[in-house]
């Protein structure tokens, strides 16, 4: 037993890259669990530099120098970071505010409505919606308790706001400006002869970075989309709604799934079953829709299409593993898993990794 298992371990990291990926895989998972928090101005400044990634190496190909292709991709990102920063979060925490605020009044809504359902289906008894309200009113007192602990304990982090707002546009421009520099540097660590990472670097780095720019692209499409609609039906707590409808485009099928419940509930409780509310759900039903059927398919033509269970394995292991950062690249993390396994040498892949080396 102990030779097969020394034979098999031989065969596995018989190489020096093997190992030296094996401790790099190994690290980057402990340094997501006990840092990862810490982390996080870091990885969003990475975040936002693959996705302006995509705006010079378009203009490159214009022809445009590599220094105007930085600044005006810079000058992008900082408009959009701050205009979200201080022109829609603002109105979203007001809508959340008063959300919050009449939450009660909404819920007595919601109670009247429910308490109509024994009347229309033998399926639900009074005894049961009397505990579903319950529940729902207890509820509902723990997260405006939420609220305003948050509201009150959150006052000493600002000052570490204040520190993410300003490190993070530093961030991005040294990770635009000094890319090669960086990578150059970092290639310092790694063996001299690597073509297990090389394969597994030409696999994912067009993947990844066509992930990240794909995904900001549609959360940005859909929500604006979203916002409009909504503003054109004059639904209540527009922003705050379509904000949730384009960050859940972040979690796929689950997201569309659990986002439309409250756009449900606030457009029932505001006009109740009729035109205004058939409407909103024609509407809904069309911007995802389209999401799904045409604008995922633009953007994410070359990611490795995966099955949908997968998909949700995915963002499961990793939402629980790494938050939302986890939820956020549950795809490509999966994809690099994926691709590590078709990379890693077996005993008849010598030749193979012999002529990725040449």
Known sequence: MLRIIRNWVDRLFAEEETVVLLLLIIAALVLIITLGHVLAPVIASLVFAFMMQGVIAQMTRWRVPRWVAITVAYLLFMSLFFGFIFGLMP??????????????????ELQKALMQLPERSDLVSEAQVRELIGVAGVEVGKLGQQVVSFSIGQIPNLVG??????????????????????LGWLKHFLPHRRPLMAKIWLEMNDQVANYVRGKGIEIVI??????????WLDLNYAALLALLVGLSVVIPYIGAAVVTIPVVIVGYLQWGVGSEFYTLLLVYGIIQGLDGNVLVPLLFSEVVNMHPVAIILSVLVFGGVWGLWGVFFAIPLATLVKAILNAWPTPNSSSIMGDVSR
């Open 91 to 108: 109105l979203v925490w007001n809508q959340l505010t008063s959300l919050v605020q009449e939450l009660p009044l909404l819920l007595r």
């Open 161 to 182: 706001v204040l520190i993410y707002l300003v490190l993070v546009p530093i961030l991005v421009f040294f990770f635009l400006k000094d890319k090669d520099l960086i």
């Open 222 to 231: 859909v929500g604006v989309a979203t916002y409009i609609s909504f503003i």
